[in-house]
């Protein structure tokens, strides 16, 4: 049995989701996040980076939730119906598969640090000063990163429904975790071509069996 090892309000949540549009049969085992947004430290126990996802199956533990998509694919997508066969699809598959975690969650995550340094755990003297570090960062470098990268998903989104073509792909449940952190603390107000693609995910019967199986899902933060 698959067993997913799986922390609130995580990128774990694109498992599940994987596993229920493959139709497969798993096991959940639950972690909580900490006050301070970490992991507990029984993931360690799982996988010395004590990150999630980490999913189980046939004696082996793979973390990186990039790298288990690309193994449930492998594995138990025997017809291909989550990955493209066309050349030109598969160019975008392989891209979005990597730049979720390589290039836009990244900037996320500073972000979401940069605008925590006026807050508790940053020592009280010291959260005026980080209020406007972190002010500063985002002013100067981090918004207009994510803007850049903001306009490039909405243009690619501009003439198709899912990031590989036609069809919901592995490289779209790789990118609902940054697309929705985009939306939500991303700090831009327009992204129609995105709000879109987010309602599209949010209609799959799969996508509603996930949230129901893992919990409710409205990325707070790390
Ligand atoms: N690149 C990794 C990131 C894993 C990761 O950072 N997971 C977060 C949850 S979204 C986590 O475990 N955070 C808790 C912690 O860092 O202690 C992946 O895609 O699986």
Do not use: C
């Not at 989701?17 to 029984?42: C, F, G, K, S, V």
């Not at 360690?44 to 990039?66: C, R, T």
């Not at 570090?133 to 490039?152: C, E």
């Not at 429904?161 to 697309?179: C, K, T």
């Amino acid at each position: 049995m698959l067993i997913v090892h799986h922390l609130n309000q995580s990128r774990s949540q694109r498992v599940l989701w994987a596993l229920e549009e493959l139709q497969m049969p798993y096991q959940i085992i639950r972690y909580q996040r900490e006050p301070n947004m970490l992991a507990p430290p029984a993931l360690k126990k799982v996988h010395p980076l004590g990150k999630s996802p980490v999913l189980e199956d046939n004696g082996h533990i793979i973390a990186e939730s990039g790298a288990i998509l690309e193994y449930l694919q492998e594995r138990y997508d025997r017809d291909n119906h989550f990955r493209p066969q066309e050349e030109v699809e598969k160019l975008q598959y392989r891209f979005w598969l990597h730049y979720a975690e390589g290039s836009l969650m990244p900037l996320l995550l500073m972000k979401l640090v940069f605008s925590s340094l006026g807050k508790p755990p940053v020592p009280f003297g010291l959260r005026s000063l980080g209020k406007v570090l972190g002010q500063g960062v985002q002013k100067a470098y981090l918004d207009k990163q994510i803007a850049t990268h903001a306009g490039y998903i909405e243009s690619q989104l501009a003439g198709r429904p899912w990031f590989a073509g036609e069809n919901l792909s592995m490289a779209d449940i790789q990118m609902s975790f940054p697309l929705f952190a985009l939306l939500s603390r991303g700090g831009i107000k327009t992204l129609p071509n995105i709000a879109a693609w987010k309602k599209r995910v949010e209609t799959r019967p799969a996508w509603q069996r996930a949230i129901e199986q893992g919990g409710p899902f409205d990325i707070p933060g790390e």
